[in-house]
Each structure stands twice: as C-alpha cells, then as structure tokens.
DNA sequence: TGTATCGTTTCATAAAATGGAATTTCAGTG
DNA sequence: CACTGAAATTCCATTTTATGAAACGATACA
C-alpha cells in the first residue's frame, strides 16, 4: 500500500510529474520511487504522459474515485447537509464536481415543489454555462482551465449563454471576486442557479473540489431572492469542507 | 496493490460489507481478506462500522478521491477531442506516435458505420506505408529518419504501396510542404487516410511528436471529400499540442 | 447447550520489497 | 559531434512481507 502516497501526491499535484520529482518530493530513494510507479502504472491507477518521462492519475483511479465519492457511507453525511439546505431554502440543491470541460452531478436532493427540474446523479453538464461550470473555471488555475476549455465546442444552449471567450472571461472574473456564481438561464430557458464552492485545504493551498448549487425556476425565485440565500448555501459549503478535511494522520 | 480490489468493491457497493461477504465476492480466501482489511484500515483508507463486524470507504479515500476527479489526466482530455473529431468527420480517428520505424496507436475513437476498420490502440503499423508514419518521417531531422529507415524491409502491401526509395523520398518532400500526409491505399486495399502533425512547441524550437489520423473505406469517402475535414483536423491537432505542452510543464 | 457461521490467529513456505551501487539514456552545451 | 550532467533504469544480496490451509475463538440464534 505504500506506493499509494505517490498517487495521492500526483493526484494533488496539477501537473504530470517525473521520477526524481516525486523522489525528493517525497523523501523515497529512487529505485523504490521507480517500482512504486510500476506498480501503481501495472494496477492501472497510473500512466505515462506521452513523452514517457512522467505520470498522471489514469482512467482506473478515476473511476474508483467517483466510486467512492458517490458512495453511500462516506456519503450520507454530504447528503445530510443537502436534504438540510433544500429545508431551509425550499429548492433543489446539488453537490457537483469538474470532470475535465463538464459538471458532473454527485448528488442531490429535490425540492417539494410541483415544479422542478429532474436531474440524475451521475448526469453531466457543459461548464460553460451552469453556475458550479463556470465557479470552477473562475477558481482553477489558468493552465488547467486552458486545458480544460481547448477543444470543446460551445453551443448557444439559450439566448444567454454566453459564447464569447472574452465574455466568459469576464464573467469568470467577476465569479472569483464575488466568491459565488450564478446562471441566469443560461442553460434551460427559466433555470436559475446559484452555486458556492467547497474548498479542500491542505496546508497552505486551497483548492475548490466541488460546488454545492441551487437551483430554481425563475418565475418562483428571482435572481435577487436567490442572492439571499448566500449565507445558508456558503455555511453548508463549510459543513462540505469539513467532510473532506485533511484530519492529521499517524502512521 | 492487491487489496485495492478490496477498496474498489467496498466503493461499489451501496452498503458496508462484512469479511465472509467480501471473500465470497471475491473469491479469495478468508485470512487474505482478513488481512487485506487490516492493510487497508491501517492505511486509513477503509474503516470499520460502529458494530465492528463491517467495513465502508473512509476519510482519506474520499480526499483521495476528490484530488483524483479534480484532476482530469491529459490523456482522457485527448480521448475527447478525439470523440470531437469522429463527430464532426464522421469517420474513424487515431492518434499515432513514431516507435522506430513503425507507427503505433496511442488512442483511438471509432465511428459508428457498419464498415469500418477494427485496430487496437497499442496495434503497430509500418511507418512507409501510412499516412502518419510518412508525416513522421517527412517532419523528423534526416539523420534520425535515416536512422529509422535503415535495415526495415519495405514489402509491397498492396499495388499502390510505395516501394522505390526516391519515390518516398519525393512523396516525404511533397508531404513537408503541404503540411498534412495521405495514404492512398497503400497499406490495406480500399483504406485511405489523411494524418496531420501535433507539434510540441518547446522555446523556439518545434517537434512533430505525434500525429492524428482520420480513416475511411475510399468507397465512402473519396480523397478529394477527406481533403475537406483538413481544417477541422488542424484544430483538433492544436488542442492536441495544448495538451502535450501542459504535459511537459515541470515546476 | 448445541451448532452453525463468522472472524481471527498460527505458521512454514513463497514471494516481494528494499536501496546502494552500477549502468544506461537523453537533452542540452561547447 | 563528442562532452556532460541529470534523470531514469537495472542489478542484486538482504530484509521484509504475503500467502492460505488448518486450527482456534467469538458470536448469534434456537
């Protein structure tokens, strides 16, 4: 199991990283760094970057990951935290994560309402236009976010979506000094949403994991109404962050 | 590495499993479990429930995990420009690197005609005779070209395979100055395909360092209509060369 | 109190991890 | 094009850990 410290260490790392990298990163001598990462590239948790001269996290860790993440146990007290804003706010409330340009819903709890928009768990979203989509390009580094964004496509999902770079831009700088985004319908036509990151802080860095968002018809909850749910949706962030603290561990 | 299995079933299921349920499930011993358990807890990865006699994900798997997701690999960003590509060309796309004097699939995502061509990523391919492999070899340094095509046996796949030296070298120069490479059924009878280079820009100097390829039966697509796709083939080669210098950003 | 199942320990054997030293690879440089 | 130094890889004698059949202990239920 020891070779794990070199997944988790790549996995926090945002960038593909060599051997002797990881061997000073990690105190560990060389040859052992080398047969870990054998290991860990035999199970499929690891692989090489196209150059062969460094690693990245691979398709097997990724799908354990959201395993785990989706997992009831480990679960249930994020889910908790969502029936208990869903109570005090009255709408739907969602726990999302960034897969690569999209959101990914990992869970979330509905509100009583007649009316209301039926999403799956496990369904994915553009980021470009939905309020966690954009929350996380606002917060991520500009490398990744480069690297998240060539290549996709953007579509006019509504009239406003935003489709310019330089307006996205904008909207993505103004997400990172409110500390909160929004969507406004920017997706279905009459959805609003607020959304409010979920920090993973780990020593000195901290970095936004997941997104914790409302969402809304228009025609029952106004932008502005919305806008005052803020305290109640950035509290249930915190409880959020709590749940995937970094807690000291010996061994 | 072995208990990791263990982890993966435990992540699967929705429920907290016991020892007995684990090991059938499994199919491995009792006292191999017993001790995989012990491993896996011990590593804070797995923890028991309040009754002691089952098992359920702990704290430092959902950490892990979260790093893992909010991290998407290169690699899978490239699977999905090339998913980008069979969408908007409608055929069969690769994407190839140079391994000696044969070309090798790194990745491929196959279109959804009846007739179509079945390789394997990690399948080689003869470089003289494909349409990546001679854009390696026309865009490669003529030393390491000659050092690559030296002692191979040129075998004439099919009538129009090109066998004569200066009738490569000709079409190598042809290749290098219109920026795209074709196979015109020169390695399986009725298969054309139009590659085109992925750079790796690093200072002033600039690398083809792998190639991507579309592919069709000429019955559907002639070469004058793959000539078309070219633009969306150079776009797509460009996020490509994103990926690749994210890739080799150390720090 | 019987008994059936689950969890744990034991132990001789087999397998693997370890890391210092030696070797190879490779990109940058004169 | 040889040189150079850092990075990656291989080697290998030694230490450490994994393995699973069998035996044992714990627990639940009738």
Redesign the pocket.
């Not at 996290?57 to 785990?68: M, N």
């Not at 553009?126 to 954009?134: L, W």
């Given at each position: 199991m020891?070779p794990l410290v070199l997944l988790e260490r790549l996995a926090e790392a945002q960038h593909p990283m060599?051997?002797?990298?990881l061997?000073t990163a990690l105190e560990?001598?060389?040859?052992?760094v080398?047969?870990?990462?054998g290991?860990l590239e035999e199970a499929g948790l690891v692989q090489r970057t196209l150059d062969?001269?460094?690693y990245e996290v691979a398709t097997r860790a990724s799908r354990l990951a959201f395993s785990i993440l989706s997992n009831k146990p480990s679960g249930a007290i994020r889910h908790e935290i969502l029936r208990q804003v869903v109570r005090d706010v009255g709408e739907t409330c969602n726990l999302t994560i960034l897969d690569g340009a999209e959101v990914r819903y990992l869970d979330r709890v509905e509100s009583q309402w007649p009316l209301r928009i039926t999403f799956q768990p496990g369904s994915r979203v553009p980021a470009y236009c939905s309020a966690s989509g954009k929350l996380f390009l606002a917060l991520m580094q500009p490398a990744k976010r480069d690297l998240a964004l060539c290549g996709i496509k953007v579509e006019k999902k509504t009239d406003s979506t935003i489709v310019g770079k330089s307006a996205l831009m904008n909207e993505l700088a103004d997400i990172r000094s409110n500390g909160y985004a929004l969507d406004r319908e920017e997706y279905l036509p009459g959805l609003v949403c607020l959304a409010v990151p979920v920090f993973r802080t780990n020593g000195r860095s901290r970095a936004c994991v997941a997104a914790l968002a409302i969402q809304a018809p228009v025609a029952r909850l106004s932008l502005e109404d919305m806008l005052t749910k803020l305290p109640i949706l950035k509290e249930a962030a915190d409880s959020m962050s709590e749940t995937i603290r970094h807690d000291s561990e010996a061994n």
């Amino acid at each position: 199991m020891k070779p794990l410290v070199l997944l988790e260490r790549l996995a926090e790392a945002q960038h593909p990283m060599g051997l002797a990298e990881l061997a000073t990163a990690l105190e560990v001598p060389k040859p052992t760094v080398h047969r870990w990462l054998g290991v860990l590239e035999e199970a499929g948790l690891v692989q090489r970057t196209l150059d062969g001269r460094r690693y990245e996290v691979a398709t097997r860790a990724s799908r354990l990951a959201f395993s785990i993440l989706s997992n009831k146990p480990s679960g249930a007290i994020r889910h908790e935290i969502l029936r208990q804003v869903v109570r005090d706010v009255g709408e739907t409330c969602n726990l999302t994560i960034l897969d690569g340009a999209e959101v990914r819903y990992l869970d979330r709890v509905e509100s009583q309402w007649p009316l209301r928009i039926t999403f799956q768990p496990g369904s994915r979203v553009p980021a470009y236009c939905s309020a966690s989509g954009k929350l996380f390009l606002a917060l991520m580094q500009p490398a990744k976010r480069d690297l998240a964004l060539c290549g996709i496509k953007v579509e006019k999902k509504t009239d406003s979506t935003i489709v310019g770079k330089s307006a996205l831009m904008n909207e993505l700088a103004d997400i990172r000094s409110n500390g909160y985004a929004l969507d406004r319908e920017e997706y279905l036509p009459g959805l609003v949403c607020l959304a409010v990151p979920v920090f993973r802080t780990n020593g000195r860095s901290r970095a936004c994991v997941a997104a914790l968002a409302i969402q809304a018809p228009v025609a029952r909850l106004s932008l502005e109404d919305m806008l005052t749910k803020l305290p109640i949706l950035k509290e249930a962030a915190d409880s959020m962050s709590e749940t995937i603290r970094h807690d000291s561990e010996a061994n």
